[in-house]
Every structure is written in structure tokens, then in C-alpha cells.
């Protein structure tokens, strides 16, 4: 495997934005070519299986697991959703993410005071 591919998938781990791990592997890309570009590299199962098995066991050695993070991020959003409906939307958008929904690029929100909020909702 290319470094270049080490370095994506150890990105792609840490942040959890393809298009973002991409442009850290790829610091010489365009950022117009960085979601396609990463989006393709996950569809290769030597990448998918590398990315999941790390996965695992950052799972393993972690006492918090991917459901404990969904379900905190669901409280969050459940005890903000009134009081402060930005906080609600980022979890939402986080656990949306982390499941691998299929969503809009962006999403535009206009909050009770009239603060216009537009979220970047691309899974790449």
C-alpha cells in the first residue's frame, strides 16, 4: 500500500472527514478534487478493510465504543433541540456522519433568533 494511502486512512481515523484526510495525504491537491478523490479511495476494499480493522480496534482498546458516542450525541441534541438549536444541529450532523447516512451537501437552518446557520453535511 502507498504511503499516501497510510497516511489517508490514518487521517480518515482521526478526523473522520474524507475529503479533509485526503487534503492532509494530498497536500498538492486541489480542494475542488479532494471529496471525489476520497470518496474513491474508500470504495477500494483494501482501504475499506484496513480503515475498519483499525476501527475495531481503536474500539477494542477504548472503553467508549461508536454507540456510546451516538448515544451521547443524541442527548445532546435532544437536550439542546429548544434552548440552543446550533448545538443540536452539529450533533445531529456528527451523527449523521458517523452512521454514513447519505444527506444533502449542505443544509441551511434559521434558528429562533434569527441567526442564519448553513452546515456542511457532505460525508466526503
Not at 476501527?55 to 441534541?77: H, S
Not at 448545538?87 to 447519505?102: N, R
Request: a positive charge; glycine letters at 4%.
Amino acid at each position: 500500500m502507498k504511503l499516501s494511502h497510510q497516511k489517508f486512512i490514518e487521517h480518515y481515523i482521526i478526523h473522520g472527514n474524507a475529503s479533509e484526510a485526503y487534503s492532509l495525504a494530498y497536500p498538492n491537491a486541489k480542494r475542488t478534487t479532494c471529496a471525489t478523490n476520497a470518496e474513491k479511495l474508500l470504495r477500494r476494499d483494501d482501504i475499506n478493510k484496513v480503515i475498519k480493522s483499525k476501527q475495531l480496534a481503536m474500539e477494542k482498546k477504548n472503553i467508549t465504543t461508536k454507540e456510546d458516542i451516538l448515544l451521547k450525541l443524541k442527548k445532546i441534541c435532544d437536550d439542546n433541540i429548544d434552548a440552543r438549536p446550533a448545538i443540536s444541529i452539529k450533533a445531529l450532523e456528527l451523527m449523521v456522519k458517523m452512521q454514513g447516512y447519505i444527506t444533502p451537501p449542505t443544509s441551511t437552518v434559521t434558528t429562533e433568533g434569527g441567526e442564519i446557520i448553513t452546515i456542511n453535511l457532505n460525508l466526503d
